[in-house]
């Protein structure tokens, strides 16, 4: 780490324009900020083989190597290290795409230079921050957590493929609480990639999100074997998932099951970015898959989702089902959602019920399918380890 305690810290400045590569250094180093300067992503790149820096401040466009091919490529030498891209042109696209690749910050040109002195301030803290905790775990003990290098990722990542589990849930149906079918979810046992989300965001960091998407989907096929022809399942999609050829595909091991899954692609992120996204959902209808929104209440807030899966099912979001049973504005919120879906032919599912007193609230605001605690934890169905 380039920043001691007392220092301001060290900022590598890309920008191919002389007189805003030199206007820029001038903000930084009056503040106290020492400042390396290149001219393109390459130059860069021989900077960072030369000495530590504790924030990258680089432009988008320039020529050869770009600002964002040069996120791409520090991501993979260390990713606790701030990058902040700075364009004159910004697009939706192009955000989308730095907060995947783990851009610190997107700062768009004119911009007053406290803003530039206060964004480099706060990347330069949050490096300091990080190089701390890694320090402290080293000092206990303890897994690092997400670790810094590409190579460490690609081997927590390996190790999570190897030690793939499954896990189901039920979902019952409201009025019976007779079983309507299982959500399949995944399961990490390495320590530096806990949850789902980590997994992901590796899988991200490491443009394999289809590799990991293939790969689930092909051990959820294989562990239908141990259900009842009449369970539905549902998977979940990342949104890139949606992309693959491999999901259209008639010969992929989902698709034999399509007439039972329901594909559940979540709120919380954009389907911004994947081509032809009406007519990919359209021939997963014609395989016979159904379509779920799943984190309604918790995602985004446009009508992006629905107007292009036009779902059969969504989920709320258990963010408003904790404590429904106490709370008038989430019972209104529910009952409205649920009031809509049904004039849409929508099924509702209630996920994160954890008590009784939820559940009977949930019936009356007419939700169709529950799912939560209170009807079973996540767990291996019996027979699933020799499925799989």
Same mark, same amino acid.
């Given at each position: 780490m380039a920043a001691l305690a007392g220092e301001r810290g060290r900022v590598l400045l890309v920008e191919d324009d002389p007189l805003l590569r030199r206007g820029m250094a001038r903000m930084l180093t009056r503040k106290q900020f020492q400042v390396v300067e290149a001219c393109d992503g390459e130059q860069a790149l021989e900077a960072l083989d030369a000495c530590e820096v504790d924030?990258?401040?680089?432009?988008?466009?320039?020529?050869?190597?770009?600002?964002?091919?040069?996120l791409k490529a520090v991501s993979g030498r260390d990713l606790d290290l701030p990058f902040v891209l700075v364009t004159g042109v910004p697009s939706l696209e192009t955000a989308i795409e730095a907060v995947q690749y783990g851009a610190f910050h997107y700062l768009c040109?004119?911009?007053?230079?406290?803003?530039l002195i206060q964004l480099v301030t706060r990347a330069v803290q949050v490096r300091r921050l990080a190089y701390l905790k890694r320090q402290a775990l080293a000092l206990a003990g303890l897994p690092g957590g997400l670790t810094r290098d590409l190579q460490?990722?690609?081997? *927590?990542?390996?190790?999570?493929?190897?030690?793939?589990?499954?896990?189901?849930q039920?979902?019952?149906?409201?009025?019976?609480?007779?079983?309507?079918?299982?959500?399949?979810?995944?399961?990490?046992?390495?320590?530096?990639l806990p949850h789902p989300e980590a997994v992901l965001h590796?899988?991200?960091r490491l443009e394999r999100v289809h590799e990991l998407g293939r790969f689930i989907r092909q051990r959820v096929a294989r562990a239908c074997?141990?259900?009842?022809a009449a369970d539905t399942l549902f998977v979940n999609l990342h949104p890139r998932d949606l992309a693959d050829d491999h999901l259209l595909d008639v010969r992929s091991p989902l698709t034999a099951l399509a007439s039972r899954v329901v594909l559940e692609v979540t709120e919380r992120a954009s389907l911004a970015g994947v081509a032809d996204l009406r007519a990919r959902v359209e021939r997963l209808r014609e395989l016979g898959f159904r379509i779920a929104v799943d984190d309604l209440g918790a995602g985004y807030a446009g009508l992006t989702s629905f107007v292009v899966l036009q779902p059969?099912?969504?989920?709320?979001?258990? *963010?408003?089902?904790?404590?429904v049973d106490t709370d008038s504005t989430r019972q209104k919120l529910v009952r409205s959602m649920t009031g809509v879906c049904r004039e849409m032919g929508i099924l509702v599912v209630a996920e994160g019920i954890e008590t009784q007193a939820e559940r009977d609230v949930l019936v009356e605001? %007419?939700?169709?399918?529950?799912? %939560?605690?209170?009807? %079973?934890?996540p767990s291996p169905l019996p027979g699933l380890e020799r499925a799989l």
């Open positions: 924030c990258v401040l680089s432009d988008i466009s320039m020529p050869g190597m770009g600002g964002m091919q040069l040109k004119p911009f007053q230079p406290s803003e460490g990722l690609q081997a *927590s990542f390996e190790r999570v493929l190897e030690g793939f589990q499954l896990a189901f039920p979902i019952v149906h409201a009025a019976t609480g007779e079983r309507f079918g299982y959500e399949a979810l995944l399961r990490s046992s390495e320590s530096s590796a899988a991200e074997e141990s259900l009842s059969d099912i969504v989920k709320i979001d258990m *963010s408003l089902i904790r404590g605001l %007419g939700c169709d399918l529950f799912q %939560g605690y209170l009807f %079973g934890r």
